[in-house]
């Protein structure tokens, strides 16, 4: 019978759209770090959950995941090879491990996060400038 009590490392994302927060620099920072506090105060509060306050982290803005370009089984340096474009949102390469010894090999994952481009030589994100916006999709 499993373990009823059993727990497993998790990130939970909590997402606030559309907020409101003051244009000034040192406001907005006070701001923040009420909230990370109050949330902080919260997920010590909650009996389940094994986190403290320096385990919540308050930022504004869109943000975008990497994995580093590393064997997943012996952390050495992935050789990547021949790129394959699919017919959506990005492409993949051919990846294999560097290590003679280890047999590692699959596809490196790969999607657009952001178009840069801009007029004269001023190169700007889009996703900065508001220009488009990001989609958050679970794995």
């Avoid at 406001?27 to 009996?47: D, I, K, M, P, Q």
């Avoid at 996703?127 to 679970?138: A, F």
Wanted: aromatic share 6%; proline share 4%.
């Amino acid at each position: 019978m499993k373990e009823t009590n059993e727990t497993t490392a998790c990130r939970i994302t909590i997402t606030l759209d559309s907020a409101e927060l003051p244009v000034d620099q040192q406001a907005r920072n006070a701001l923040l770090t009420e909230f990370r506090s109050r949330v902080g105060h919260l997920v010590e509060g909650l009996r389940g959950i094994d986190a403290d306050q320096g385990d919540v982290d308050v930022s504004t803005g869109y943000r975008y995941a990497q994995v580093p370009a590393t064997c997943p089984l012996c952390s050495e340096r992935l050789d990547l090879q021949s790129v394959h474009l699919n017919n959506e949102n990005g492409a993949y390469a051919s990846a294999k491990c560097s290590d003679e010894d280890c047999e590692w090999s699959g596809d490196a994952v790969y999607r657009i996060i952001d178009l840069e481009g801009g007029e004269s030589n001023a190169i700007e994100s889009s996703v900065l400038t508001g220009d488009i916006t990001p989609s958050y999709d679970p794995y």
